[in-house]
Each structure stands twice: as structure tokens, then as C-alpha cells.
């Protein structure tokens, strides 16, 4: 497969997979890119071009892929479900980070309530419940914090609330400092 002019895929342009081949580069930014097609989709980042408004909230996005994910927000739909749980998810990302729950062993045992841990660390953090020094605890997980709002931000991967959304790509996070992350590669 190869890709001609108009990014229609042709007979050699799969080899690029197996290859590494990146022909395709972005005159603004010098990223490259192995297809054509990609290259044009990249660069509405730099134009800021937005094609797909949501009708909800009158927001634009850049790719159809960002605006289907924003919206399922509006409608609460939450179509990857966990087969082990029933618990359902917006985004399938948050359906395999949540999916480690179920994997990860609990080996580590509190000797006072006879929860289970993934570790002994998580036990001792744990185990100030019982001493009376009031931490704020996980109710899924047993996860102990030391601050109230630590636990607000970890509670997040379990609900998966991704309350911060980037502007530029439409990509959402639960944590500011992700987005944040994501922006500065966007400046570059």
C-alpha cells in the first residue's frame, strides 16, 4: 500500500509501519509523519482550524475523535464497561487503568480490620485510620492521604472525572498538571 497526493492509501504505504518511514514533515513544527493524511490533521493544531462543533455546549474541536469523547461527557454515556466489575467508563483509557484494580494482588493485610493491600506501605498509611489520626481515605481502594483535597484528585481515576480539557486538542485529564503538561508540548 502507498499513499498518492491526496492521502489515499496505495500499495506501499503500510511498509512504513514495519519501516519507520516518516516522509511527511510539518513546516511549522518539524514533526514528521508517515502519512499524508496525518500530516493535514496535525497541522489544524497550528491553524487552530475546528471543524466539529458539539451542539450541547457549542464547543469546536479539531478532530471528530475529541468532540464524540467531549460529548459523551454531556450525556453521560459510558459505553467500556468493566467485565469484572460492571463498572463503566467514558473513555476506554480509564477502563484499563481501571482494569489494574482487579490485577494488581493484595498481599498486604491490616491486622486490626483485615483489609487487603497491594502493599505495606498502603497498609501503614492505612493503619493512622485506626490510631485516630483522621487521614482521608480512599473508599475504594483503602488508599490513605494526608490532605482532604490529595483524596478529591485520587478519587478521580476511580469515577474517571476528567475535569480538565485542552483547548487546542480536546483531550481531557484528571489532573491540572497534566494539562498542563500537554499544553507546553503544544507551544513548542
Known sequence: MWEDFYGHFT?????RVHTGERPY???KCGKFFRYHSTLDTHQRVHSGERLYECSECGKFFS?????IRHWR???REKPYECNKCGKGF???SHLIRHQNVHIRERNYECSKCEKFFTNNSTVLSHQRVHAGENPSECNECGKVFRYNSSLIKHTRIHIG???YECRECGKVFNQN??????QNIHIR
Open 25 to 27: 514533515e510539518c513546516s
Open 177 to 182: 498538571s497534566h494539562l498542563t503538561q500537554l
Open 63 to 67: 478532530h471528530n475523535s475529541n468532540q
Open 90 to 92: 467514558s473513555q476506554n
Open 161 to 163: 472525572e476528567t475535569p
Open 73 to 75: 461527557n454531556h450525556i
Open 11 to 15: 500499495p506501499n504505504s503500510h511498509q
